[in-house]
DNA sequence: TTGTTCCAGCTTTTT
DNA sequence: GCTGGAACAA
């Protein structure tokens, strides 16, 4: 019994409700900072200790390694056991371990690989290019997010129907194509990894009947962001057995443009008909006005369950509101408020930035770094993706599986070694024509004979150098492998000859490489008896490394809306709120992708804790070209008692070339730059250029409701506001 | 093979 | 207007 109070006396009643419901579907919608990894956490709690649950009785599916990695933590911490053997992971994670365990039933090879979308993009450059297709018609990237979307939706080239429109027709070449190559190559992409476990368990009775006896509660953390393969296999794991517990927020849903299914929060409650649904609406995380105003805004929506949002921690501070005259102001009077709060003695770590576009970053780091600010900027390349990192992996996966296209692509002339574009485009040909791999179509080219003297020797240089280091690696550690390849395979020497520190850091990074094969935990993603080298591959392309370092210096942190998902900081800056940019200007014209940027307005608002500070500027300079943007409907969407406005005009940069000389920079008293006027039939509006002087005085305004004007002064009757 | 020039593209991101 | 990749010249 103590057990029992333990897991939930911390919790208020809802949380409590959900954690002790009687194992069946629960659909948990829990607002942002309402506890809901808390109530997971505990739920999971309750079912090992109360419902006497073996740990292997347990699913748990997540979104990101890092979220898997923290409730993994807080369960082990929670109930003083190791989770180690617990099947906590993302969902490719865990469709990964399906179809390693049951590889032949997925129809897949052994030594199967997984692709991350780099790989990806670049096997459907070269085939679009080898099938001679025009790239401006059929853009390799748009051909990848097709496939992708495609596989997202469970259908395979093999499902559609041929199509009479000539760009669908070679879409779909293209994405038959592919499959092939895949296929030949051993090769797996992120969405393949779970549409084939979902195939995997629809068509091996055996294998489901096995799981759905295993897991008898199945849970998912923010289930708003599943796509239809992935809930699908959700069904298919708990059909018939009532057992699927997600959490999850309608409002917090924003990634419907990579295919999540906003949908299936609401399908679930006619698919699990036995279901009970628990809000969790009690807000820890911020103060009342903050909450306040998220409430406001995302009550535009429409299409929403319904939830409203609460703290009985008190009101706290008003919103700030700071119109800056530009981006370059903007930058600085978010800086200047970040000196103030550390002055104050306040943490920098405390502090984020966000921003809807990654391009928008860039002001504020260079301000940031001239007054001296350490930051972070999140969202960069991460380890495994890394050029040489990437090179060094290429050469461990040919050694594994020759027929790997993808990896032979990439290191067959890196470092260079005299096999060329033109040898490199026969191997093609001959590849394509037989529908054999790059390796055995390099190969038959050897013993075909037909190739020039040092073209032969070049090629089968290579091929000997992958069997021979394949011949060495044989019986050795993984780390030492991993040593080997970095020695051997000739990159560290190519290296040393790129100038500047950039070659230093590459042969750094493959030194940490071959750390992170020592530090890799074999055991942990392992249950069978699989090939060590091969895990360690998979763990490069499902985990690409969060490692960003500088982890421990204390930074403002600096990210985009999407990736600040599910964090909390004390302070938080919300830039560029402007019409064409947040909402961005694709998004306007669509209902449903407009509700999804509030949503991601919402979350970014709720993202702060005691204070939030939103800005906007009045002009800015995009894609080199100067725009006047409008402010964000979403701000009028926020009631004005609870924003203040912040207006402070001392330091205006840019107009430097617009302003004509000194004659008519702003003159003291009447207008300045920046300066808020309001004229009788145009409304509020801010002064951006002034030209002329005495009775040819202009200004230009930017008025909230109409843009931009030019007005003579001598005419337009102006009040300074 | 390397350095240079030219040209398209330009939300959001995890796995 | 900047960036990264691809085409091109030496």
């Known amino acids: 019994m103590d057990k029992n109070i333990s897991l939930i006396d911390s919790l208020n009643d809802a949380q409590r409700l959900a954690v002790s419901a009687p194992n069946r579907s629960m659909l948990i919608l829990a607002g942002a900072g309402s506890g809901k990894t808390r109530v997971l956490v505990h739920r999971i709690g309750w079912q090992i200790q109360v419902e006497g649950l073996s740990i292997h009785n347990i699913l748990a599916v997540t979104f990101t390694n890092k979220a ?15 989770a180690h053997s617990m099947w906590i992971g993302t969902f490719h994670g865990i469709a990964h371990r399906l179809l390693r365990r ?18 990806q993009l670049r096997i459907i450059k070269r085939l679009v290019k080898s099938l001679n297709i025009d790239d401006t018609k059929w853009p390799p990237k748009q051909m990848m997010w097709f496939i992708n979307a495609q596989k997202d939706e ?23 194509a592919y499959e092939a190559i895949c296929d030949r190559s051993g090769l797996v992409d992120f969405a393949e990894l779970l549409l084939r476990a979902h195939e995997l368990l629809r068509d091996n009775e055996d294998v489901l009947q096995f799981y759905q006896d295993r897991f008898k509660q199945v849970h998912v953390d923010e289930f708003q962001d599943t796509n239809t393969i992935q809930y699908a296999w959700l069904r298919l794991l708990t059909e018939g057995r009532d057992n699927l517990f997600v959490v999850g927020d309608d409002d917090q849903s924003i990634y419907g443009w990579r295919g999540a299914k906003i949908e299936n929060l609401y399908n679930f409650q006619s698919h699990y008909p036995n279901h009970q649904v628990i809000k969790l609406e009690q807000n820890y995380r911020s103060t009342g006005n903050i909450l306040k105003s998220a409430n406001a805004l995302i009550a535009k929506n429409d299409s929403r369950m319904g939830k409203e949002l609460w703290t009985d921690s008190g009101d706290g501070e008003l919103i700030s509101l700071y119109t800056a005259f530009n981006e370059q102001d903007e930058a600085y009077f978010v800086v200047e408020k970040i000196r103030k709060w550390v002055a104050d003695g306040g943490l920098r770590q405390d502090i984020a930035i966000l921003y809807r576009s990654n391009a928008q970053s860039r002001q504020f780091e260079e301000k940031l770094m001239a007054t001296g600010t350490p930051y972070r900027v999140y969202g960069g390349l991460r380890f495994f993706e890394r050029m040489e990192v990437k090179n060094a992996l290429a050469y461990l996966r040919i050694m594994s599986n020759h027929n790997d296209d993808a990896s032979f692509e990439r290191v067959v002339n890196t470092p260079t070694r005299g096999v060329g574009a033109k040898l490199i485009d026969n191997i093609r040909l001959l590849a394509r024509e037989n529908e054999i791999s790059l390796w055995q179509a390099s190969v038959e080219l050897i013993n075909q004979n037909k190739l020039t003297p040092r073209a032969g020797n070049a090629l089968k240089g290579f091929l000997d150098l992958i069997k021979r280091l394949g011949e060495e690696a044989k019986g050795k550690e993984l780390f030492d492998k991993v040593k080997l390849i970095v020695e051997k395979s000739g ?15 590459r042969i750094e990074n493959l030194e940490e490489l071959a750390n992170a094969a020592r530090l890799f935990d074999f055991d942990e ?16 392309a499902l985990e690409s490394g969060d490692m960003q370092g500088d982890d421990y210096e204390d930074c403002v942190q600096l990210m985009t809306l999407h990736s600040a998902k ?31 940027e509030r949503r991601l307005c919402y979350v970014g608002i709720t993202r702060a804790m005691e204070q939030l500070i939103i800005t ?17 409907r979403f701000l009028k969407e926020i009631p004005a008692e609870f924003i203040q406005e912040i207006r402070i005009r001392a330091n205006v940069t840019r107009p430097v070339a617009a302003v004509k000389k000194s004659s008519s920079l702003p003159q003291a008293g009447t207008y300045r730059l920046g300066q808020r006027v309001k004229h009788i039939k145009f409304g509020e509006g801010v002064v951006l250029q002034m030209e002329g002087e005495g009775a040819q005085e202009r200004v230009q305004i930017n008025f909230q409701n109409v843009g931009l004007k030019w007005l003579m002064l001598s005419y337009a009757k102006l009040e300074v506001l």
Do not use: C, W
């Open 154 to 176: 469970g259908i395979r080239a093999r499902h559609m129907i041929e199509p009479n429109d000539i760009f669908q027709r070679v879409q779909l070449q293209i994405y038959k």
């Open 68 to 82: 898997a990695k923290e409730m993994r933590g807080r369960i082990e911490d929670l109930l003083n056991i190791s």
């Open 616 to 632: 906007h500027a009045e002009s800015r300079r995009l894609y080199g070209k100067e725009t006047y943007p409008r402010p964000s």
């Open 525 to 540: 993603d392992n249950e069978e008896n699989l090939n060590e080298l091969d895990m360690f591959l998979a763990h490069a």
């Open 491 to 505: 990159l560290v020497e190519a290296y040393k000859k790129e100038k500047g520190e950039k070659g230093e850091t």
């Open 102 to 119: 049951h590889a032949k039933q997925a129809k897949l090879p052994d030594t199967f690989q997984v692709m991350d979308s780099d790989d």
């Open 566 to 596: 599910g964090l909390e900081f004390k302070l938080v800056f919300l830039v560029g709120l402007e019409e064409g940019l947040f909402p961005s200007q694709q998004s306007t014209d669509d209902v449903g992708r407009l509700e999804e």
